[in-house]
């Protein structure tokens, strides 16, 4: 993880150099801040209580702030501060309790609290930009490369019977760092010199390995892995407003 943050540090510190040194020369140095809707899919997206990949992962929000210098209309170079936030599925997780325990413990009441899914990082790459209407309206595609950081939901499930003791289930929230990628497409609207609005929408993924997640269980018996790998892949469609700041 140090390794990581280090490397990552740096990527930040040299884009910033070259921001600063950016915005004494021809190109336009922007910053934009978008907000949405993040959509999970695939494994993150999944409610199979059995299998530790599926994430349970609901709509959840998405925010960015998008900065860069533009080095003519087509290429500009990209940073993206990135974040999320997934709604965990707690009503799915309380339904596959039902199903698991239908034969075992058909009398048995089941409740679950959860928290959420959440990831931020920062990415870095290029976008092109290709005019529709010149000078007004541009097609944009980006790709980018980064780190994210992902906190994991802390889950309590409780199962309750008449006179039996209750049966608790407590997975602990847990965070990892792990490499991310952003492919990403949007339309870009200038309303002036220095203005823009922005409609975006960017595949995230990324795999982040979870390790030592605290797992504690009583009067039931629960084989899970107290490390696990998710992978978080998201749709997020945002939409915002930039600034060109030189």
Partial sequence: ?????????????????????????????????????????????????????SGFAGIGGAFNI?????????????????????????IKLQDEMYKISADIL???????????????????GLTGSLP??????????????????????AIYITGTETAEEDKTINIEQSSAISWSIDAGLGLRYNRSRKQYFILNADYIYAQPYFKNVYT???????????????IINTINITIGIGYIVN
């Fill in 66 to 90: 998008n900065f860069g210098y533009r080095f003519n209309e087509y290429i500009s170079l990209t940073g993206l501060l990135s974040g999320g936030v997934n709604r965990y599925d707690y």
């Fill in 1 to 53: 993880m140090k390794r990581h943050i280090a490397f990552s540090s740096g990527i930040i510190l040299v884009f910033n150099l070259f921001l600063t040194d950016a915005m004494s020369q021809e190109g336009e140095v922007y910053v934009s801040i978008g907000a949405g809707v993040s959509i999970p899919l695939a494994d993150y997206a999944k409610t199979d209580f059995s299998k530790e990949s």
């Fill in 106 to 124: 058909p009398e048995t009441k089941w409740a679950v609290e959860a928290k959420s899914w959440g990831t931020g990082g920062f990415l870095a």
């Fill in 216 to 230: 504690e269980s009583s009067n039931i018996t629960l084989l899970r892995d107290n490390e696990f790998t998710q």
């Fill in 132 to 153: 529709i209407v010149s000078n007004t309206f541009y097609i944009e595609a980006r790709a980018l490369a980064g780190f994210m950081y992902t906190y994991s939901p």
